[in-house]
């Protein structure tokens, strides 16, 4: 499934091949390495004297809730951490100042016993079969995605190649982006649970093709927000802690070049959610937009401010 990358593509090689659908697998960055040797130290000072991938043992259900949110907030804060992933982008041969970023997640899925049930909050909850762009309407997206400790075929996530350019039902035409803005503004992140913040899957699929995501801590792959993916269910006894964010090449988005469209049906994009690598600037105001607008189509000309 993945294209190995040992060299720098340069920005349009880059995007051109994410557009197309490869999954790219950077192995040997240095910078990546630093990324998770700081994330590692981060993590083990705030969970100590218990080992983070065993956290899952030593707190309730609630308590994971509130201390993974916590967490979250205060790494993608840091300082420290925007310089380290700004240093990934700019390895992998892209430039700050034409780049734009989505928060910097650090994700844990808690090991779960099968067949226990437990509230889907978005801290701790494996995230449901979507493609991102069912709920961003931007299809200049890159995800990338790190694991921080070591993971197995039980404690990643799966994409689904095959899926690729083959549409399937789904509720993106339901998806009130700007609602659920405002109950996450309020409330907290965990005031929409994880299934309400992303579009679903409303047809039974039979694919032969779904692929495991695993990479060694260190590594890192880039894929676009296009395709279909989903988090495989966690009894493995450890908890699963990953890496994420979402970026854009804003020269892409300017001019609608990007990933097709094949099944997305939302009626927002949401350039407010990324700022400029180089200086933090909101790509909305780059771009000359709102922080969400109506979506009617791919091309900045078909845009209608609404706020």
């Avoid at 979250?72 to 034409?98: M, T």
């Avoid at 995230?127 to 400790?149: C, E, K, M």
């Avoid at 399937?168 to 803005?181: E, G, H, I, P, R």
Wanted: glycine share 6%.
């Amino acid at each position: 499934m993945y294209s190995n990358v040992t060299q720098t593509l340069g920005q349009r090689m880059f995007h051109d091949r994410i557009y197309a659908g490869d999954v790219l697998r950077f192995g040997a960055l240095v910078q990546m390495r630093e990324l998770v040797s700081f994330t590692q130290a981060f993590l083990e000072d705030a969970f100590a004297p218990f080992a983070p991938t065993e956290i899952h043992r030593h707190l309730s259900h609630q308590e994971q809730t509130e201390s993974f949110a916590q967490r979250q907030r205060d790494f993608a804060r840091s300082p420290k951490v925007r310089l380290l992933w700004r240093n990934v982008f700019e390895a992998c041969g892209l430039d700050a100042q034409g780049l734009a970023r989505d928060a910097l997640y650090l994700r844990f899925q808690p090991h779960q016993d099968p067949g226990t049930v437990v509230p889907r909050a978005r801290t701790t909850a494996t995230i449901a079969f979507h493609r991102d762009t069912w709920g961003s309407n931007l299809y200049a997206q890159t995800n990338w995605w790190a694991p921080v400790y070591d993971i197995d075929e039980g404690r990643t996530f799966a994409i689904y190649p095959s899926l690729w350019d083959r549409p399937v039902a789904n509720t993106s035409a339901d998806f009130d982006l700007s609602a659920l803005l405002e109950r996450s503004k309020s409330g907290g992140r965990n005031a929409v649970d994880a299934d309400a913040a992303i579009p679903h899957l409303t047809e039974e699929l039979e694919v032969s093709d779904a692929t495991p995501v695993v990479i060694a801590p260190g590594e890192i792959i880039a894929f676009s927000s296009a395709h279909a993916h989903a988090g495989v269910p966690n009894s493995t006894g450890l908890t699963r802690i990953s890496l994420e964010t979402r970026t854009l090449w804003i020269d892409d988005v300017r001019s609608g070049r990007g990933a097709p469209n094949v099944d997305g049906f939302a009626r927002w994009m949401s350039p407010g959610m990324f700022r400029r690598v180089s200086d933090e600037t909101p790509l909305h105001e780059i771009l000359g937009m709102n922080r969400i607008e109506r979506f009617a189509g791919p091309m900045p000309a078909n845009l209608v401010s609404v706020f």
